[in-house]
């Protein structure tokens, strides 16, 4: 493996920030995922980026931002930085702007704001509008103020793959490709951010669900924001059906496994006439005792079964939190086909988890 990991020193900053200056990518922790950053004003480093990630250059990137006090947290600043064109914006958009910048800057937020006409195209895909967040992570931030450049920066991962919430997980994923990664230890969200879009015609707009969750943002702004439905999603840069991807069949159970009864399995058991009664099945639960349920699922498909829990207490932070880490550690096992319990919590960050995990089973499946 050619990349190595840096521990978090002012030296190893000093280094991976040099890197960056000269138009190389490094992979860089974040309190949601991990993100493979670059200058964002280099086109060099922007081609770099798409590269190294085997990412189609029609799905645009998220800008980072470095955290200098409240004044950064301005469109006035963002303009100063040639990010943004704030006159696009009708005035309550700008004060909207601003609210969300001020409670969710920095953290797990991203708003998608009209660009500024020198941001290169390759970071926006070419699009009018330019995607902004300010990471809360330390290790990120310490980067950005010693790279003194907006880093561009996806999630760590090869295209279409588990998004990475550990120094180990980019290794695997990027460790031919890159020279460096800092240790910042697992990510404490684990879901990436939420991305809302400001219009200039003034909508406000949820584009992903994410680490902050939708009500929060609602209640931040007195009212609720435009949820475009799953095919309008679809249309939406970047936002492709199947991602976060095992590279194993992957597929969502129809009710939690204590629930579960033979009929609701038909679809399973027709996969199942396919392999052998040793074949291995894991199973991913949302919450309770996975061992339990892993025994549960057994009697029932008669094949063995390796489990293991998001949250023994069905605790929505603490399962993002180990979502991605879980289908990275059952990709890796002895399974051969993977389940996972549906989560239908409408609230806090069961929205993201479900959207990760739908199009985590999405792999193959016409989009409709
Ligand atoms: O938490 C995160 O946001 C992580 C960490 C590393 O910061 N980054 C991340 O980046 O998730 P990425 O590249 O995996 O996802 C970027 C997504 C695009 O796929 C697209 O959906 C949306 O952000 N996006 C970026 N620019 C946009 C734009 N101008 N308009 C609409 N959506 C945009
Ligand atoms: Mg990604």
């Not at 180990?168 to 460790?175: I, P, S």
């Not at 929060?216 to 095919?231: D, M, N, W, Y």
């Not at 074949?279 to 293991?308: C, E, F, W, Y």
């Amino acid at each position: 493996m050619r990349a190595k990991i840096l521990a978090f020193t002012p030296e190893n900053i000093q280094k991976a920030a040099q890197a960056i200056q000269d138009g190389s990518v490094v992979g860089m922790p974040t309190e949601t995922v991990y993100g493979l950053a670059g200058d964002s004003r280099s086109t060099l480093a922007l081609t770099r980026i798409f590269e190294v990630k085997e990412r189609p250059r029609f799905d645009p990137l998220i800008i980072h931002l470095a955290d200098t006090g409240a004044a950064t947290k301005t469109l006035t600043e963002l303009e100063r930085l040639k990010l943004i064109d704030g006159t696009q914006l009708p005035n309550q958009l700008q004060q909207m702007a601003h609210k969300l910048m001020k409670q969710f800057w920095p953290g797990p937020l991203t708003l998608v704001l009209p660009k500024h006409p020198e941001v290169p195209e390759l970071a926006t895909s070419g699009l009018p509008t330019i995607a902004l967040r300010m990471p809360s992570h330390p290790v990120a931030q310490a980067l950005l103020q010693a790279s003194k450049c907006p880093l561009a920066a996806p999630s760590a991962n090869r295209f279409g793959r588990i998004s990475p919430t550990t120094s180990l997980a980019v290794a695997e994923e990027l460790g031919d490709r890159i020279d460096w990664i800092l240790e910042g230890g697992a990510s404490l969200i684990g879901v990436e951010s939420t991305v809302v879009a400001l219009k200039p015609t003034g909508e406000i707009l949820l584009l992903r669900h994410g680490g902050t969750p939708l009500e929060k943002i609602e209640a931040a702004l007195g009212f609720p924001l435009l949820v475009p439905t799953k095919s309008q999603t679809l249309l939406g840069p970047g936002m492709t059906e199947s991602h976060y991807s095992p590279s194993k069949p992957f597929r969502i159970l129809p009710k939690d496994v204590s629930q579960l009864h033979l009929s609701d399995l038909t679809e399973i058991y027709s996969v199942l006439d396919t392999v052998s009664p040793q074949t291995q099945m894991g199973l991913l639960t949302l919450s309770g005792d996975p061992q339990l349920k892993a025994n549960l699922l057994k009697k029932i498909l008669h094949r063995p079964v390796i489990a293991t829990s998001l949250s023994l207490t069905g605790d929505l932070s603490e399962a993002a939190q180990q979502l991605f880490a879980k289908m990275r550690w059952l990709d890796a096992s002895e399974a051969a086909i993977l389940y996972c319990e549906p989560c239908l919590t409408q609230k806090g960050l069961g929205y993201a988890i479900h959207d990760r995990l739908t199009r985590a089973s999405a792999r193959g499946e016409s989009i409709n």
